[in-house]
């Protein structure tokens, strides 16, 4: 029997096998290229930077949280040159482009990204805090490592038009392959759209996620709509959500109680300043939740262009107070949004159809 080919799957934020890293998604992936049979994945974190690198790129002023700089980006790309050779692999694929090592080596070079520093410089609050030449540093690492990749697969269509606008990478050389689900599991129990019940995941970032634009909002409709109630995941450690009425915010939960959560609430609000995908999206869509957000980034994309959710053009409390309370009033429409946003879902976002399209690029390219 012929050997299958070896690809390097490599991640910063740790093994690509492990379930526990990056929400799960590098693991999903891996074992989706596992179970799809075309290629052999080879699991590697690029994770363990030496501190010497990691010093350099602070005194250069180039380490931005998870923002690597060049000095840790050289080191990984010597790491995981040396190890695919030992592997003998055909290609690596890189998980993110943030951390991505900065020359492609002697084996091909691939990138799944989410995000793009573009993306992220003209969104992101955390983008704030750099300087003119910071970020004019950043953009030229972000393009050097685009430009070197064979091939880029991008999480959201939307990433690809940017790249392929801002950092003047080759559209063929681009492709939108989308995500699967995460851990939240399909519901197709009964569902009341009457119940008033809103529902937001924001363990982390809560402010690009849109949560202090919620919160004024719904202190806004809760004056028109008494029994409107929102269900804040990881909301426990923020002290403004405390005795807030109407508000539950949730600490750490099982798995089963949060399914629970998404299995009753109606509608799903994550009005995200900047979210380049948003996995969560897509589970409430799973659950028959439509889905609300701003009209940027994957939102478009992911409801379907106003089919399976409800785009906010203004960023105001107003404006979302104003649809919330415009949704919630027809809970007959709710319910068939849910049901097409469902059948869409789970139609079109697979890890299985996402491994199989970055497997037949690879092995396209090298014959």
Request: net charge positive; glycine share 8%.
């Amino acid at each position: 029997m012929t050997a299958l080919p070896r690809l390097l799957v490599s991640s910063q934020a740790g093994s690509p096998a492990d379930p526990r890293v990056w929400s799960g998604t590098p693991s999903k992936l891996f074992e989706a290229l596992l179970a799809d049979g075309a290629l052999r994945p080879e699991p590697w974190s690029s994770a363990a930077a030496g501190p010497s690198a990691l010093r350099i790129d602070r005194a250069l002023g180039l380490q931005h949280r998870f923002i690597h700089g060049p000095a840790r980006r050289w080191q990984a790309a010597a790491a995981a040159s040396a190890e695919a050779e030992r592997l003998d692999c055909v290609a690596q694929l890189h998980l993110g482009s943030y951390d991505a090592p900065l020359r492609a080596g002697r084996r091909p070079f691939y990138l799944y990204v989410d995000s793009s520093y573009d993306f992220w410089e003209r969104h992101a609050l955390a983008a704030r805090s750099l300087g003119g030449w910071q970020r004019r540093a950043f953009r030229a690492l972000d393009r050097r490592v685009l430009l070197a990749a064979r091939h880029i697969f991008t999480v959201g269509e939307h990433i690809a038009d940017n790249m392929a606008t801002h950092m003047g990478v080759p559209r063929d050389r681009l492709t939108a392959v989308g995500t699967g689900m995460g851990d939240i599991q399909p519901y197709s129990g009964a569902k009341d759209y009457r119940r008033n019940r809103l529902l937001i995941v924001a363990k982390n970032r809560p402010a690009d996620k849109g949560l202090p634009l919620l919160l004024a909002a719904f202190e806004r409709a809760r004056a028109s709509l008494p029994d409107l109630q929102l269900t804040v995941i990881g909301g426990a450690k923020y002290p403004e959500l405390k005795d807030r009425p109407g508000i539950l915010p949730t600490g750490w939960i099982s798995a089963e109680e949060l399914q629970r959560l998404f299995d009753e609430a109606c509608l799903y609000v994550m009005p995200a300043g900047y979210e380049p995908w948003g996995l969560s999206y897509l589970e409430a869509l799973a659950c028959r939740m439509p889905i609300v957000g701003l009209e940027r980034g994957a939102f478009p994309e992911i409801s379907g262009r106003g089919r399976y959710g409800f785009s906010l053009a203004q960023q105001t409390p107003e404006a979302l107070a104003d649809l919330l309370l415009s949704a919630l009033a027809d809970p007959e429409r709710l319910a068939r949004m849910g049901e097409a946003g469902q059948a869409h879902c789970l139609a079109h976002y697979r890890w299985q159809r996402v491994a199989r399209e970055i497997s037949r690029v690879i092995l396209d390219a090298r014959s």
